[in-house]
């Protein structure tokens, strides 16, 4: 079925990718330095006919032995916490590590795939987000570490498949959940799940009118698999077109929780998107692939998983 290397194959999203492809038949290289994904991810993998670690960071030169037929590259911290922490680590691992990755596609003539983000639309001027949409981006903003790493990664990826030929593809992840989801990487699911399993008031920022739209992981995964497999060699939206506001959602989540306890309400951090959900009209044409888990069940098995990790 092919071999296939995943870069930051032991974080959330990596790890269930790297599952995916075992299941399928395929052999996995996962690769990760442990800056942001963790070992216990990817525990349960090793031993598996097929699956192999390689402990690397991939701003610096990739050697892999033997044929590769796909690079995925998935390496980068992913959440607010992690890019305004690791600010330079993020843009090296969209700048270098992309370039790096990029040449073993092209060393390798494998398929290659760059995990982007809805982030690329910034703080969105247009609703909801198709792929012709160029954003509205802050450069120089707290976020621009990984807004601009993650558009600088689409171009250069655009270059080799221009200039020489690599036979690429581009992901535009929207707003994920699922099992593996670190506690405290600051985003709003395991958030607001955490604090509720502690009865610990739920932290909404401004006045929690802001949208979200949320995939489950396995949803996910299984529509990166699909455009991996398609000759689409421009930028997917991959996503939940199911938008709430975050208030609502951290509604949802204490009546799954059973909390008491309060909301509070913070101050909105700077260049926060207001609103935000994808347009996935092509993904649905071209992949036939539109999110199934309905969010209370993919919820509900984030919560269980949450409450084994607390």
Request: hydrophobic share 35%.
């Amino acid at each position: 079925m092919g071999r296939a290397l995943i870069t930051g194959g032991a974080g959330f999203l990596g790890s269930h990718l790297c599952e995916l492809f075992l299941s399928r038949g395929h052999e996995v290289i996962c690769m990760d330095n442990f800056i942001t994904g963790s070992p216990t991810n990817i525990a349960h993998l090793f031993g598996r006919d097929g699956f192999s670690f390689i402990k690397h960071d991939v701003t610096t030169y990739i050697h892999v032995e033997g044929k590769l037929d796909y690079v995925l590259h998935f390496a980068s911290p992913a959440s607010p916490i992690d890019y305004l922490e690791k600010p330079i680590q993020t843009l090296k691992v969209g700048s270098l590590g992309t370039h790096m990755t990029l040449g073993v596609a092209k060393a390798k003539n494998a398929r290659y795939l760059i995990a982007s983000t809805s982030e690329v639309y910034g703080d969105p001027l247009i609703h909801p987000q198709k792929e012709d949409y160029w954003g509205n981006v802050n450069p120089v903003g707290p976020r621009g570490v990984y807004d601009e790493a993650k558009r600088f990664a689409e171009a250069m990826t655009m270059a080799y498949h221009r200039f020489h030929n690599v036979d690429t593809r581009i992901v535009r992840i929207f707003n994920t959940y699922g099992e593996r989801m670190r506690i405290n990487d600051g985003r709003v699911v395991p958030a607001f799940i955490s604090q509720s399993l502690r009865d610990e008031p739920l932290t909404v920022f401004g006045d929690g009118s802001q949208t979200r739209s949320f995939c489950y992981v396995s949803d996910l995964v299984e529509g990166i698999y699909r455009l991996l497999m398609s000759d689409e060699s421009m930028p997917t939206n991959i996503g939940n077109p199911a938008e709430m506001t975050v208030l609502q959602f951290a509604q949802k989540i204490k009546e799954l929780t059973g909390t008491k306890a309060p909301i509070e309400f913070r101050p909105l951090p700077e260049d926060d998107p207001k609103i935000r959900r994808p347009d996935i009209t092509k993904a649905r044409q071209l992949l036939q692939w539109e999110p199934q888990v309905p969010l209370e069940d993919g919820l509900q098995r984030t919560i269980d998983y949450f409450r084994k990790v607390l």
